[in-house]
């Protein structure tokens, strides 16, 4: 049986699932790009090539490799997931049940592969047959999509999150990335691999409207000795957070959740954009968002089922009473203020640990990586000129979903 469990954020990474997206990004334009939260377009050919790029540095270190898109069409097979999956993203509710019943069924008889394409890369008007259009009450259509593409399936840190011995399916805050969950549930739900209870399913399966209650994996940090670390953030509500916190608790999976509010800004959407772990007493910080003495609250358990919370306190001081080390060392982002801001913009900070002191990070970000180099850091570069784009690196890419303590037990 698979063991799927995240101890950490440091530990030897083992699997990690990534998404090379190729449909989706070849429908992002000047003009829809940024309502799917891209800041521009990308020359697809390049980004793929990126991409592969990044898959084979981590095959290349021994890690296991799964790619959503394999997955879900996997998944697809199950003929219970399919209905449930055109049902979750084609609802009546979404395209009226005149249209989508008869669109529904003739997605239904395609085959995984091609089904699991437009599951992820959107549906045009032109892709469907004419008698399927004309079945349509109105014809008139305003955008060339029936289901719009979700590029940024991309980070796949976000739309689920492994911490210990579970799962967080995350609802997500953004209309663009909401049927982004219903892809990972049907995965989780039915794919082989899932399969057994073998692990926690925390938050976010559900069939209901979650509403103010988000959650995004970029957010949460894993740090070990039953902590985790979660950013209050443009998408993170408190509201997710205490549902999040309270199933923790209740499966003996954490002991202390550490809150760290953030600015609700696009630069720093998520804490993993100005904050990461990289080393048993280190992390990677920007400086103008995270401050080792900012004031943190602490969620605990009240010993009933529910959670409880401790009066702020400086972060640093938290961080080493959690991870048992005298001092913590921040690096903090390269360069002038100039340099800096550009280079926290294109993910400097947003680095994939693959054992301790080893990290995964763009080349572009030359100051920071300097930094860490000096620092005893290993960064292994990748290209990410045409990924970055989208406002994510190597850890928003990637989800672990098998990662060793910090003790290195499993
Ligand atoms: N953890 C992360 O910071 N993920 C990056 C997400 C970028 C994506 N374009 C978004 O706006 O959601």
Redesign the pocket.
């Known amino acids: 049986m698979e063991r799927h469990y995240v101890g950490s954020e440091i530990g030897q990474l083992r699997t990690v699932l990534l998404h090379r997206p190729r449909l989706s990004l070849q429908r992002l334009t000047p003009s829809n790009c940024q309502e799917l939260?891209?800041d521009d377009v990308l020359c697809v050919e390049r980004a793929v090539e990126e991409h592969n790029q990044f898959a084979q540095l981590l095959r290349d270190q021994n890690i296991n490799v799964l790619l959503l898109s394999e997955l879900l069409t996997e998944t697809l097979e199950n003929p219970h997931a399919r209905k449930w999956l055109l049902e979750a993203q084609l609802s009546d509710y979404r395209l009226g049940p005149t249209f989508a019943q008869p669109l529904r069924e003739w997605l239904g008889e395609m085959p995984a592969d091609a089904l699991s394409r437009y599951l992820t890369g959107g549906l045009t008007w032109q892709e469907i047959p004419e008698s399927l259009i004309l079945q349509r009450i109105t014809p008139q259509a305003h955008s060339p999509f029936i289901t719009r593409p979700l590029p940024?399936h991309l980070?796949t840190?976000?739309t689920s999150c492994w911490i210990y011995q579970g799962v967080s399916i995350n609802p997500m805050a953004?209309a663009a990335?909401q049927r982004e969950t219903d892809n990972l549930r049907a995965i989780y739900r039915w794919h082989p691999l899932f399969q057994g209870n073998h692990y926690i399913n925390y938050y976010g399966d559900e069939e209901r409207r979650y509403d103010h209650a988000t959650l995004e994996g970029?957010d949460v940090l894993v740090i070990g000795n039953g902590a985790v670390l979660i950013g209050l953030s443009e998408r993170t509500t408190l509201q997710g957070v205490e549902f999040l916190a309270t199933s923790l608790f209740q499966h003996h999976q954490a002991n202390k959740i550490i809150l760290v509010e953030l600015p609700k800004h696009r630069s720093c959407?998520?804490l993993?954009?100005v904050m990461t772990h990289l080393d048993h007493d280190t992390f990677s910080i920007y400086p103008e968002v995270i401050q080792p003495n900012m004031p943190c609250w602490v969620l605990t358990p009240d010993g009933q089922g529910s959670i409880t919370h401790q009066s702020p306190r400086p972060l640093v001081k938290i961080l080493e009473e959690v991870l048992a080390v005298t001092e913590i060392r921040f690096i903090t982002t390269g360069g002038d203020i100039f340099e800096s801001e550009r280079e926290q913009w294109n993910d400097a900070n947003?680095v994939l640990t693959l054992r301790p002191g080893v990290v995964v990070g763009y080349d572009r970000n030359l100051r920071t990586n300097e930094k860490y180099d000096k620092a005893g850091i290993t960064v292994l570069t990748i290209r990410g000129d045409e990924l970055g784009r989208?406002?994510?690196g190597a850890r928003?890419m990637s989800c672990p979903i098998e990662r060793d303590g910090l003790e290195g037990n499993r």
Do not use: A, Q, S, V
């Open positions: 939260l891209f940024n980070f840190r976000d953004k990335r970029g959407m998520h993993d954009t947003n989208g406002r994510g928003c």
